[in-house]
């Protein structure tokens, strides 16, 4: 399966897919999806038309393992 890649410009900047919960931008960081947010560092949240458009183009990218506490 191919990943699939959001454009500022293309169909599906407004509104983030509901499937999608980790995408890649174009300088290579991680987005994960909190709520109806995105953040790259657990600090800054931002939505997703603003991600697409400020970092964009974005790629999907499998979310990270959370690492199970003991």
Do not use: Y
């Not at 410009?9 to 931008?25: C, R």
């Not at 560092?41 to 183009?57: D, K, M, S, T």
């Amino acid at each position: 399966m191919t990943a699939r890649t959001w454009r500022p410009d293309g169909p599906g900047s407004f509104q983030a897919p509901p499937a999608v919960t980790a995408v890649q931008d174009r300088a290579g960081r991680l987005w994960t999806k909190r709520g109806p947010r995105w953040t790259c560092n657990g600090r800054r949240f931002i939505r997703w038309r603003v991600l697409v458009a400020e970092h964009g183009p974005v790629t999907e990218a499998a979310r990270p393992a959370v690492p199970v506490s003991s």
